[in-house]
Nanobody, 125 residues
Framework: QVQLVESGGGLVQAGGSLRLSCAAS????????MGWFRQAPGEELEFVAA????????HVADSVEGRFTISINKRKATAYLQMDSLRPEDTAVYYC??????????????????WGQGTQVTVSS
């Protein structure tokens, strides 16, 4: 059973930084793509970033390009989302997800079969 546990959300002022973590159960690792999505109140789920389990093939949404960085620590079986220069519009619940099939549609929430519980990120102006 794949399990993903997120942490690192919170309240921060505009311009600040947060780092989200997504710890995966050991049997998750290897051959997976990890993704981060977010959902603001009243909005649809939005792709943020994705990375292959070996640290290659990274993708970041245009809306966070240059401000957010996705990475993986394979030894710790943990994916990270470093968020810098945060803006009020980044406020959302952030979810990590795993795709065991390494689908080419890395931006699509539908290809990710495993999801974390979500962590709230609030950016004040």
């Amino acid at each position: 059973q794949v399990q993903l546990v997120e942490s690192g959300g919170g309240l921060v002022q505009a311009g600040g930084s947060l780092r989200l973590s997504c710890a995966a159960s050991e049997d998750t690792w290897g051959g997976f793509r990890m993704g981060w999505f977010r959902q603001a109140p009243g909005e649809e789920l939005e792709f943020v970033a994705a990375i292959a389990w070996n640290g290659d093939d990274t993708h970041v949404a245009d809306s966070v390009e240059g401000r957010f960085t996705i990475s993986i620590n394979k030894r710790k079986a943990t994916a990270y989302l470093q968020m810098d220069s945060l803006r009020p519009e980044d406020t959302a619940v952030y979810y990590c997800a795993a795709d065991g099939r390494m689908s080419s549609a890395w931006w699509s929430a539908g290809v990710y079969g495993y999801w974390g519980q979500g962590t709230q990120v609030t950016v004040s102006s």
